[in-house]
């Protein structure tokens, strides 16, 4: 009886715990559909982020769930309904990421290549060394692009074909997969059929007719394309493509050289655009700062008063400017700069012998005017005209859609879509240039079609380079060379020199990824909560006397992403100046950077420094202004001729 019934008490425990291990077996067989997310390639010794696909929810925080590397485990957060884990860091090898069940169980792991984080620079760097040693800025992109996809796949032989392989259907597509790509692409092309077809009817012949009348010498133009470059503000890209397209025929007849149009478009474009009040990076920017503003507990002004305030810290994008119209208003130059002036002066050779300008002379002979009809300038400033306001009234129209008709002129401009705007512009532009051609008899259908594919075509050796030059910022996203630069430049200094540390690696960055934008979202969201923790360490966040090293630090971020990228080859604004211009790219380049450099020298050592120790920003910039002035006089020599100036 007693046997019996144990046997019975036995039986109906093993039952119950069968019933538990099958029921426990199914709930880790459900937890098994999690999957975990980790970047094809990983930095050793730089943070990296894992996402945690959990379509049934069960993973919560608190419950005991982890992820384990290395020994180390991270604790999973769930941030907007997604689980991740943050700040991860391995120091190499192929180390195998897991999530553990709270019992201990292996539920899902991930086996993930890892290469040293000095090699994710070497893609960009290579590319940038060929460029200016070869002057052939293509292949120096391609092969950057190789490198890059070929380190995706880690350290091995077959990577290198893999790489190979992947650079059209994976990096290149996907450079083209992006709608503000595209844009570009299009408006760029739009303004080229446009720019073909007012040269062809003559309206650009009378604009230079007409100007040559005051512009009538190389000091002159220069100042005009200066002023123009500063007068349209609102975009970089409408900026430089409109300038550059404006003033080419002018400069060619005053023997300005290409490369001199190309740095002044170039420079008057960011930095204007990155300070002025009203642009379309205002809202991107803005948008930053009171996200990075929002981490810091205590700190009440608005992100838009901290722009403000940075705007007189702003050293390198305002004494640019300056620097422009002092090159132009001197007729000094420096460098190879003064080389490619002298030839442009004394040869008439507005660009080197060689060059790659996109067009060959029958090709740029095919927009040339008809010499049997009238050239009128309105035939060109009426398509110009209509395609600088129209990208204002399409920015204002898609900014006010975005923000409402209540918001203030500074958020809707800076809300309004200016890929958008300046596609509908440039359209309406080419529409009302071929109208006013056969409206006056000037040019038939056919003639008007071909003047605009010449100028089309002038364009496709630019576009060819800026998709490369996308396709090379995808693969440095992907080997996280952002994130490199950061970690291997973002130790704690003292909190005076926390700008100028800023500066240094927003430039470093823009310079390896040629993107300012990429640079700032990088940048804004660490440098802001950096200077404040730094700030606080020192105990200089008590009284608001220090706040002004905030500014400084705002500003320093987008001055150095500014700055790279005036100086990078890869650089979108970069290549579009020299495209604009009819420059050879790495000719505009090679003559830039000595100018760039000159000025962001001046500008963290007069401006920068001294006022992270609380001197006053409008002594700097005086002082830093002083400086150019004087510097330019002392190894600047004239242009027209050999002595100095």
């Known amino acids: 009886m007693i046997a019996g019934d144990l046997i019975r008490r036995v039986a109906v425990s093993l039952a119950f715990c069968v019933c538990v291990a099958v029921a426990a077996s199914a709930a880790l067989a459900q937890e098994t559909s999690i999957e975990l997310e980790v970047p094809d390639v990983i930095l050793q010794g730089v943070p990296f982020e894992v996402k945690v696909k959990d379509p049934e929810g069960r993973i919560v925080p608190g419950m005991g769930h982890v992820i384990s590397v290395e020994g180390r485990d991270y604790p999973i957060d769930v941030v907007e309904g997604e689980a991740v884990v943050s700040g991860v860091v391995t120091e190499g090898g192929s180390p195998v990421i897991m999530i553990s069940h709270p019992s201990g169980t292996n539920l899902v792991e991930s086996t993930v290549s890892t290469i040293p984080g000095w090699m994710s620079i070497l893609p960009a760097l290579i590319a940038i060394v060929i460029a200016l040693a070869l002057r052939q800025v293509i292949p120096a992109l391609f092969l950057g692009i190789w490198l890059g996809g070929a380190l995706v796949y880690g350290l091995s032989l077959s990577s290198i074909w893999y790489g190979l392989v992947d650079t059209v259907p994976e990096h290149v597509l996907n450079a083209l997969n992006d709608w503000g790509h595209l844009a570009v692409i299009l408006f760029s092309l739009m303004i080229g059929g446009m720019v073909g077809i007012i040269s062809r009817n003559g309206g650009t012949a009378g604009i230079v007719n007409g100007m040559v009348n005051w512009a009538r010498s190389p000091k002159r133009g220069q100042l005009t394309t200066s002023v123009l470059g500063v007068a349209i503000f609102f975009d970089d890209y409408a900026n430089t493509l409109i300038v550059g397209n404006t003033m080419r025929p002018i400069a060619d007849r005053l023997r300005i050289s290409r490369e001199k149009l190309a740095y002044i478009v170039d420079s008057t474009a960011a930095p204007v655009a990155t300070i002025a009040l009203v642009t379309t990076w205002i809202g991107f920017e803005v948008g930053l700062i009171g996200e990075s503003v929002s981490k810091i507990e205590g700190f009440e002004e608005s992100a838009y008063s901290i722009f403000l305030n940075s705007i007189a810290y702003s050293f390198y994008p305002i004494l640019a400017i300056l620097f422009v119209f002092l090159i132009a208003a001197s007729g000094r130059d420096f460098g190879p700069m003064l080389k490619a002036e002298r030839r442009a002066r004394s040869e008439g050779l507005v660009s080197r012998i060689g060059a790659h300008v996109g067009e060959s002379p029958q090709e740029a002979a095919e927009r040339e005017p008809k010499p049997d009809k009238p050239q009128r300038a309105l035939n060109a400033v009426v398509p110009v005209l209509v395609l600088v306001v129209g990208t204002m009234i399409g920015i204002y129209v898609t900014g006010t859609s975005a923000e409402g008709e209540d918001a203030s002129l500074r958020d809707i401009i800076g809300s309004g879509d200016s890929y958008l705007a300046m596609m509908w512009a440039s359209l309406i532009a080419v529409v009302v240039a071929i109208a006013l051609s056969l409206g006056q008899g000037i040019l038939s259908l056919s003639e008007t079609i071909d003047a605009w594919y010449a100028g089309v075509r002038s364009m496709l050796l630019a576009i060819i380079i800026l998709v490369l030059a996308w396709s090379l910022a995808n693969v440095n996203d992907a080997l996280h060379t952002g994130d490199f630069l950061v970690t291997a430049l973002g130790d704690t200094v003292p909190a005076q020199m926390v700008p100028t540390l800023v500066f240094a690696l927003a430039a470093a960055t823009a310079f390896a990824t040629g993107s300012s934008w990429g640079v700032m979202g990088i940048m804004m969201p660490l440098a802001i909560p950096l200077t404040w923790a730094i700030m606080a360490a020192n105990g200089l966040t008590d009284d608001g ?23 990078s ?29 000159g ?18 920003w409008w002594l700097a910039l005086l002082a830093g202004a002083a400086v150019l002035v004087v510097g330019l006089w002392a190894i600047g020599r004239r242009s027209d001729d050999g002595s100095r100036a």
């Open 545 to 567: 006397a220090h706040v002004y090293l905030i500014y400084s630090t705002v500003a320093a971020v987008m001055g150095g992403a500014v700055w790279g990228d005036h100086c």
């Open 569 to 597: 080859p890869i650089s979108d604004t970069t290549i579009l100046s020299s495209l604009a211009s009819g420059c050879d790219h790495i000719d505009h380049v090679r003559t830039q950077i000595p100018y760039a450099l």
């Open 599 to 616: 000025v962001g020298v001046v500008a963290v050592g007069l401006g920068t420094i001294p006022t992270g120790y609380g001197y006053s």
